[in-house]
């Protein structure tokens, strides 16, 4: 079902929460001039934002972006005024519970999301406004999603160069899990089984090492709510690595040096402002890149 949509002014932009990714969201909102302000538990995350040009302030208005850690997205907004017309979302790196929750207690007026960006970094001295450039934004769209309001929030992401994929939530913790959980554990037992190898083989690690434990220096408390929060597809994708290698290793090797090399072209589309069409787009692969007045544009992958 289709919906109309008028033109209305933009929204400012609330970010509680200000750490590296939040502080990194208001400051790239800042630089693209869209009105923002930001609110913190920690004074000095509200110094460094308002240094950045933040507005600090717990009065929260327009797109609210709940960007704290997940066990504290349910108590974010304690002792903060929420302006009862408010948009709310949130960055955490697992859906399915979090829009059930956050669902719960805001109705339509919340819309969950991802974006597929930050580093092992952590804080608000870990802040840049170049963080979202290009990266894919996740923005669940399930059936009690109000369009507009998830039009809001794409806007909030393609205003600081992000591609937004729409998604289910339970599609977005399945793929997921493949693509960033399962990582997480399997630096970290790289990392363990090359610690328990001995002191020669940490002084010989180099680049392949580096690359493949960098995300394991990420806080511990990140990590384990991470792979704890989505465990049943962690699980299942996991078992996947797991029988990949029981592969013959030349096959293995072969198969996934392919699948990484793999370079597949774009091919442009426009999208109408339907949820079946936007989550086709999302489950082939593409991406939104651009709001229209009556439609979106973006791609999808072409081989």
């Given at each position: 079902?289709?919906?109309?949509?008028?033109?209305?002014p933009?929204?400012?932009?609330?970010?509680?929460?200000?750490?590296?990714l939040?502080?990194?969201?208001?400051?790239?909102?800042?630089?693209?001039?869209?009105?923002?302000?930001?609110?913190?538990?920690?004074?000095?995350?509200?110094?460094?934002?308002?240094?950045?040009?933040?507005?600090?302030?717990?009065?929260?208005?327009?797109?609210?972006?709940?960007?704290?850690?997940?066990?504290?997205?349910?108590?974010?907004?304690?002792?903060?005024?929420?302006?009862?017309?408010a948009?709310?979302?949130?960055?955490?790196?697992?859906?399915?519970?979090?829009?059930?929750?956050?669902g719960?207690?805001?109705?339509?007026?919340?819309?969950?999301?991802?974006?597929?960006?930050?580093?092992?970094r952590?804080?608000?001295?870990?802040?840049?406004p170049?963080?979202?450039?290009?990266?894919?934004?996740?923005?669940?769209?399930?059936?009690?999603?109000?369009?507009?309001?998830?039009?809001?929030?794409?806007?909030?992401?393609?205003?600081?160069?992000?591609?937004v994929?729409p998604?289910?939530?339970?599609?977005?913790?399945?793929?997921?899990?493949?693509?960033?959980?399962?990582?997480?554990?399997?630096?970290?037992?790289?990392?363990?089984?090359?610690?328990?190898?001995?002191?020669l083989?940490?002084?010989?690690?180099?680049?392949?090492?580096?690359?493949g434990?960098?995300?394991?220096?990420?806080?511990?408390?990140?990590?384990?709510?991470?792979?704890?929060?989505?465990?049943?597809?962690?699980?299942?994708?996991?078992?996947?690595?797991l029988?990949?290698?029981?592969?013959?290793?030349?096959?293995?090797?072969?198969?996934?040096?392919?699948?990484?090399?793999?370079?597949?072209?774009?091919?442009?589309?426009?999208?109408?402002?339907?949820?079946?069409?936007?989550?086709a787009?999302?489950?082939?692969?593409?991406?939104?890149?651009?709001?229209?007045?009556?439609?979106?544009e973006?791609?999808?992958?072409?081989?």
């Amino acid at each position: 079902m289709s919906f109309p949509v008028p033109t209305m002014p933009v929204p400012p932009v609330s970010v509680v929460g200000l750490g590296q990714l939040g502080g990194s969201l208001a400051a790239a909102l800042v630089a693209a001039g869209r009105p923002v302000s930001g609110w913190d538990v920690d004074p000095s995350a509200r110094g460094a934002a308002a240094a950045r040009g933040v507005a600090i302030s717990p009065e929260l208005t327009g797109v609210v972006v709940l960007a704290v850690p997940m066990p504290a997205l349910t108590s974010a907004l304690d002792g903060l005024f929420l302006d009862p017309d408010a948009t709310v979302t949130d960055i955490g790196s697992v859906k399915g519970a979090v829009v059930a929750a956050l669902g719960a207690a805001h109705g339509d007026r919340f819309v969950g999301g991802h974006p597929m960006c930050g580093t092992e970094r952590s804080g608000h001295q870990a802040t840049d406004p170049t963080l979202f450039a290009g990266a894919r934004w996740a923005l669940c769209l399930e059936p009690g999603t109000d369009l507009r309001r998830w039009l809001r929030v794409a806007e909030v992401a393609l205003a600081v160069g992000a591609e937004v994929v729409p998604v289910t939530a339970a599609e977005h913790d399945d793929a997921v899990a493949a693509i960033s959980a399962v990582p997480h554990l399997l630096a970290a037992a790289l990392a363990a089984a090359a610690a328990e190898a001995g002191p020669l083989a940490l002084g010989l690690a180099a680049g392949s090492f580096r690359d493949g434990t960098r995300v394991i220096a990420s806080d511990p408390r990140f990590v384990t709510a991470l792979v704890e929060g989505n465990a049943g597809p962690a699980g299942a994708a996991l078992d996947r690595v797991l029988a990949q290698l029981d592969r013959p290793w030349p096959d293995l090797v072969t198969a996934g040096h392919t699948a990484r090399t793999a370079a597949p072209g774009r091919r442009a589309v426009r999208v109408p402002l339907d949820r079946a069409a936007l989550l086709a787009l999302g489950r082939a692969g593409g991406a939104v890149d651009r709001r229209q007045a009556a439609f979106v544009e973006g791609w999808v992958p072409e081989v």
